[in-house]
C-alpha cells in the first residue's frame, strides 16, 4: 500500500475532501495546478495526528515531546509580562531575519552541542524547521535536481523537497548511520544517469524514524565527500542534545562552517507550538535563503519569539533538557524491555542512544501499511515505515515513538502491537 | 532606479551580506542555486524597516497597524491562562488546517463582511496571509505562468510569486480599480503570446499601496472575465473591514464560492505579531492546498491561535475594529489636509475610503527611488512606488502610510517631504 493509497483509505477529514476532489476531478480548475502541485503528498505522520488524539488509544505515532515538565505556570506569568509590557513590539510585525537577541540564543544552543563559531549574523530564525527545509529545497532545487537523504528519513522533509519535484535518492545506513562508501557509490551513480546534486540532508544524531546515529568517526568523511563533490549537506539536529548519557555529538557543522547548513529546533529542548526553529546558514549563501524566508512569512512571530527568548534567558532551559533526556532514557528502556518481552521472532529494531523513536524491521515479505488498521482496533497506532522512504514501495518496517508516553503505556501498547506482528511474521513464514 | 539597486545601495545588514555575497560570487556552492533563486528579490519595504524605526524619523513607510488601543493588559492574563491551563495544547504541535474553532471564528468574520456561506472545513489557518500567497504560487504556477495583478499592487505577493518563476503581468486601474474592459484585453494580449493565465491576484478594497477601492459594480463583473477565461481569483483582503464610513463593501467570495480562493488575516483586526491569516478556499481545491500548507509549516502555531481565538471570543473585537476605523479615518484625513497643504503642483494623491495607504503621483519623469535619501536625510521616510510593480522601470509614484502614526507626525512628515518633492518636480519642469 502507498502513501497515497493509504492517506485515501484512512478515515479522516482530508479524506473526505480527497473524495470531494475526486468527484470534482473533471472540475475546469483542474488544468489551473501546477505540476508540483501533483508532487505534494498527505504525510503519514499527519494522517494518524486525529486518530492518534483518540481516547483510550496509545499513540506510539506521533514524535510529540513531552511538556508536563515544563514549569506551565511560570510560562504563563512570563507571557503576560511580555504582552503587557513589551505587547507594542510583541504583536507588531518584526524583522525577517528574527530577533537579534534570540538569534544569539540559538548561538548559546549551538555551543552546548560544540558549534563554536556561529555568528548570530548568520542566522535566520524560521517556522520551525519545516519551513527551512521547505526554503532550502526552494533555493536550491530545480525539478529534477537530486537530493540525497538517509534510508530512511523524515517524512516532513520528503513532503517539502518532493513539492518541489526534486528527485530524493537515498542512501543506505548501517548501525552506524550514513555508510560513506555507499554514499561515494550512490553519488556515481546519480550523476552517471546526468542528474545534479544539491543537498545531503541528513539527520546523524537519532536519525528520525530510525534512532541510528551517525559515528563520530564518520561525521568528518561524509563532509568530505560532499565539499569533494559539491555538495552541500543540509544538517538536521532536533534531537541533538537528547542524549540519553555523555556528551552530544558534535555536529557535522562544527568545524565545517562553509559545507553544512545547520537547521536547529526549539520543538525538542522546548516546545513545538512556538513554531521556531533556525537556520545557520554559510555566509556565501546567506542572502538568498533570507530573502526567500522572508518570501514566505515576511517574519517569524516576535511573540512567540520572545517568549522563547525569556525561556532561554529566564530559566534553567539546560536543566530542562536534562531532565528530559532522563525521562526520554527511561521511556526507550521501557520500550525496548517490553520489545524483548512481546515481539515474535524474525522481528528486529534499533537501540537509540538519544531522540524519540525506535525502528522495527519485520520480515520481508511483511507490508505493514494494513497492519496499521488492525493496531488501530487493537487501541494502539505507529506509523508505517513506507511513509519514510521517497517512492511508492511497501515497507516491512515501522515506527515507534517513546517520547509522548508513560513507561506503562508503552509497555501496554507493544503489549497491543505484539499479537499483530506475530499474526503478520507467522503470515509470511507460511507462504 | 531598480528594486535590485535600491537593496544594494541602502545601508542596512542585508546589504553587508550582498557585499559578502558579491566577494564570494565565485563560491564552488554558487552553482548549486535554483534558477527561482534568482528570482527571490529584496522587499523595499523590509528594506527600510531598519531605517524606519530610528528615534526622530517619522515612518510614512510600513503599513503596520495602529496597536495601542489593544487591552495589552488584559490580552496579556489572557495569554498567562493559555498556557497555564492549557499550556499542553497550546506547546504541543497542532493540526495541519489550523483549530476548528479559529476556522468557526474566521468564518464570523467574514461574515461581517458579507461571506454568509463560508465553512470551517474549507478553511485552512496560514501563518499570515504571506504564507497563503506563497503556497498559491506554489500549488497553482509553473515557471513561466502568468499571474495577473493590479498596477500597483502588494510588494510582499510580488515577491511570493516571482520566487516561483511566475511571470506577474499588471492590469491597468483607475480611481474604481481594476477596469474590466482592461482586464479582458490583457487576458487577450497574453494569451496571444502563447501564455497561460493561471491566477488574478487582487486587493480589492482599499488596495496596497494605492488605496483605490474596486466598485461593487466591477466586483461581479470581474469574477465573470475570470470564470469565462477559467482564471482562478485570489481576493488578498486584509483592510475589508477597515472602511471609514458605512458597511464593508462584499469580499468577490460572496456569492462566488468556486471562482475565489479568499485570504483573509489576523493582522489588521487584531495583530501581525501573532503571524496568522487563513484561506478559504474552493472546496475542489482544498486538499492540495492544504496538504501544500502543511508541507511548508506542518502546523500553524497552536499558542497564538488560541490566544486570537480567545480574543475573538472574549473580547469585543467588532469594537476595537470600530474604533480602529474612526482612528484611521481621522489620521487619513490629518495626511489628506496636510498634502493639500503642502503638496507643490503637479503632485496628485489618491483619496481611500479605508485602509492604512495613500498613492501620491509626481510628474512623469521623477524617480522616487533616490528622492527616499533625502527623505531619510530629512527625518522621513515612503516606500518608493517601483517596488509595487513587477520589472524593472523606474516610478513617479510613492506610497505613503498613515495607520501608525499620530496625526500631528503625519503633518510634520509631510511637511518634511514636501521640499523633496518639490525640488524634484521643479528639475523635471526645468529639463
Known sequence: MTREEFSDAVELPVDTMAALER???SHRHEVLFSNRAFHIKQSAVRDVFDISIRPGLISLAGGSPYLRSLPLEELGRTAQR????????????????????????????????????????????????????????????????VILCEDPTYVGALNAFEAYEVDVRTVPMD????????????????????????????????????????????????VEICRRNNILILEDNP????????EPLAPMRAGNAQDVLYLGSFSKIFAPGVRLGWALVPRHLYRRFYLACEAVVLCPSPLTQMLVSAYLREYD???????????????????????????????????????????????EGVDTYPLLYEAIDAGTVFIPGAAFTPGEGASNKLRLAFSAVSSEDIAEGVRRLAPILSAAVAAVKVR
Open 239 to 246: 534531537y541533538g542534545l537528547l542524549r540519553f548519557d555523555g
Open 23 to 25: 468527484a470534482a476531478g
Open 175 to 222: 548501525d552506524g548511520g550514513l555508510v560513506p562508501e555507499a554514499l561515494e557509490r550512490r553519488i556515481r551513480e546519480v550523476r552517471a544517469e546526468g542528474k545534479t546534486i544539491k543537498l545531503l540532508y541528513t539527520i546523524p544524531s537519532f536519525n528520525n524514524p530510525s534512532g541510528v546515529t551517525l559515528t563520530a568517526g564518520r561525521r568528518q568523511a561524509v
Open 82 to 145: 511580555i504582552i503587557a509590557e513589551h505587547g507594542l513590539e510583541a504583536l507588531q510585525y518584526g524583522g525577517g531575519q528574527g530577533m537579534e537577541e534570540l538569534r544569539r540564543q540559538a548561538c548559546e544552543v549551538m555551543a552546548a552541542e560544540g558549534i563554536l563559531d556561529a555568528d548570530p549574523a548568520d542566522i535566520v530564525i524560521t517556522t520551525g524547521s519545516q519551513s527551512a527545509q521547505d526554503v532550502a529545497a526552494k533555493v536550491f532545487c530545480d525539478p529534477g535536481d
Open 317 to 363: 532551559w539546560m536543566g530542562h533538557v536534562r531532565s528530559s533526556r532522563s525521562l526520554y532514557a527511561e521511556r526507550c528502556s521501557s520500550m525496548l524491555a517490553a520489545l524483548d518481552e512481546h515481539m515474535p521472532e524474525g522481528v528486529t529494531w534499533t537501540r537509540p542512544d538519544g531522540g524519540f523513536f525506535i525502528w522495527v524491521t519485520l520480515p
